[in-house]
């Protein structure tokens, strides 16, 4: 008789590996990008039933949530299609994937079985870890009591960086997407700082007459730019105060 | 009139629930699965699903980009500060069993502060990367897909 957790592993592996074929087929990058999605949340579900349901749950929240958005909010500066590349230039990506796939697969035999008792994971600290946990911190998961007690300055450090990494965004982008004067040219029409909605506010003319006027004049004429972009940096200013 | 009624409808039920839902992980995580990051993820979550629904302007007022500003740096401070505390009460950096009588009621204390935290922290920088981004595009209709 066959686990049915076993099955479930199978047909998630396998939906996965369908999922992978499929974006790497694709050129529509809003497809991919939903597909990114689904493979995330097919990753979640792996996750579950492996009994990791906190990294589950980050998985689902981070990996089929809120990147998937990112992702999309990037697209709309970028081109909607990826361009095909030709053979001659995948060989050496295909070459890279076909050895790292043939090392991780000469490694498998070397593995612990999963849930073994002498595994690494289980043998050392682990095991010191679930041990002391309920005397020392009184607390069911210790997953909790590792992540914030005995590893709470790998913790402090993770919050560190997701502060640098925001910080990082809002000094190149700006919290209001308005930082400086940009240009961008999705699909072959462009989108600049005065178009933003933040922007309109204060110019009061609407997304279609500014888009119109400057996919109309490749380049646009510096005198009707000028002015709603001048605009436009008074309503970063009075925003940010 | 707006073709989106029903995602209107159902977001304008599920967005309260996922909140309340963040808060439930956050505060049950010493007894079940969760913490910090994944209550902020969801919470994070939350907001862009209302942005995405009602408009990023509509979210902007709900979460204003100062409060989203100000809650990115709180997290730290108040991770940071959770060490800095037990630092002044004469022990290591991030070491809790200070923070009360009973060192295990330290431990206690010292880890809800330390997920308040990264709560703020995570939920906010999360909130602040969509709006970066999102302030970015022009409002699209639906032909634009």
């Known amino acids: ?241 | 009139m707006n073709p989106h009624v029903i995602l209107r409808v159902v977001s304008k039920f599920l967005i309260p629930l996922i909140a309340l839902f963040a808060f439930y992980v956050q505060f049950h995580g010493d007894f079940g699965p969760g913490g910090g990051f994944q209550a902020g993820v969801i919470l994070a979550a939350a907001v862009i699903l209302y942005a995405l629904i009602f408009g990023i302007d509509a979210a902007k007022k709900a979460v204003p980009p100062s409060a989203v500003r100000i809650g990115m740096s709180l997290g730290v401070l108040i991770y940071g500060g959770t060490g800095v505390a037990t630092w002044l009460l004469g022990a290591n950096f991030l070491e809790y069993g200070v923070l009360a009588h009973d060192p295990s009621h330290g431990q206690h204390y010292g880890i809800l502060a330390v997920e308040l935290g990264v709560l703020f922290s995570v939920a906010s920088v999360m909130v602040a990367i969509f709006y970066a981004f999102g302030s970015r595009q022009p409002d699209l209709t639906d032909e634009d897909w």
């Open chain 1, 1 to 241: 008789m066959i686990p049915s957790v076993l099955i479930l592993d199978i047909a998630i592996m396998a939906m996965l590996v369908v999922v992978a074929f499929a974006i790497v087929r694709m050129r529509s990058l809003f497809a991919i990008v939903m597909l990114q999605g689904v493979y995330s949340l097919l990753c979640a579900a792996w996750f579950v039933s492996l009994d990791a349901v906190d990294v589950a749950f980050t998985e689902a929240a981070v990996g089929a949530g809120v990147s998937t958005i990112l992702m999309l909010s990037a697209m709309l500066l970028a081109d909607r299609q990826s361009k095909p590349i030709e053979m001659r230039r995948q060989l050496g990506p295909i070459l890279v994937v076909l050895v790292t796939g043939a090392a991780l697969f000469y490694a498998i035999p070397d593995m612990p079985a999963f849930g073994a008792a002498n595994s690494p994971a289980n043998a050392y600290v682990g095991m010191d870890y679930i041990d002391r946990t309920a005397d020392e911190i009184h607390i069911p998961n210790v997953v909790t009591a590792v992540l914030a007690s005995y590893r709470g300055f790998d913790t402090f450090g993770e919050v560190v960086v997701i502060f640098a990494a925001g910080l990082g965004v809002l000094l190149l982008l700006g919290l209001n997407g308005n930082a400086g004067k940009w240009r961008a040219r999705p699909n072959g029409v462009n989108v600049s700082s005065a178009m933003l909605p933040s922007a309109q506010a204060a110019t009061g003319e609407s997304v279609e007459s500014l888009a119109n006027k400057q996919s109309t004049e490749i380049p646009p004429a510096k005198p009707n730019a000028a002015k709603p972009k001048k605009e436009a940096s008074k309503a970063t200013k009075g925003g940010r105060s």
